[in-house]
């Protein structure tokens, strides 16, 4: 059972447009979510978190929208530059547990 | 601050083995959290630790287990491998303990080759 979906597998941007990158839940009970990016041979890098008390969050380039009633999130990255080029990992956590659920990712490839 | 430290990078085993990763948090912090990443299942929890107890447990099977010492430091064990076993195995670390701290920061992962 997939509690965490990202449907796109792969997203393409050209450099200096915006990004955008979709996630799903499922189980109503989360109420944290974070934003990952993961370079090859590397750990998940935390970019950037929302609180399911806010339905925006932005932090520089980035910035998480959530909407509760259709449980999306959504990250916007503006603009694009090519070091974005990474697989993104949306994740969930219920009630301040650290036991965090991941979605599938997104390869993000950012074109110059 | 240091990051979150994993050893070893790389391991090579055989079906039958058992194999023991270890992790050193962010100076600081008292969660530890380890994860198993896999082409076909994702990144998926393993447990966590906090004060050297075990706090949450994902579905993996007996053979999968961990300890936290005083220091912070988790090791995980890994009994009896078997060729699916074969994974990056992630370690995060989090300030967690204080209201409403819930990043995770990972260290690079050990990969682990079961033949």
Known sequence: DQQVKQNSPSLSVQEGRISILNCDYTNSMFDYFLWYKKYPAEGPTFLISISSI??????????????????????????????????????????????????????LTINP | KAGVTQTPRYLIKTRGQQVTLSCSPISGHRSVSWYQQTPGQGLQFLFEYFSETQRNKGNFPGRFSGRQFSNSRSEMNVSTLELGDSALYLCASSAQGLAGINEQFFGPGTRLTVL
């Open chain 1, 54 to 107: 806010k339905d925006k969050n932005e932090d520089g380039r980035f910035t998480v929208f959530l909407n509760k009633s259709a449980k999306h999130l959504s990250l916007h990255i503006v603009p694009s530059q090519p070091g974005d080029s990474a697989v993104y990992f949306c994740a969930a956590s219920a009630e301040g547990a650290q036991k965090l659920v991941f979605g599938q990712g997104t390869r």
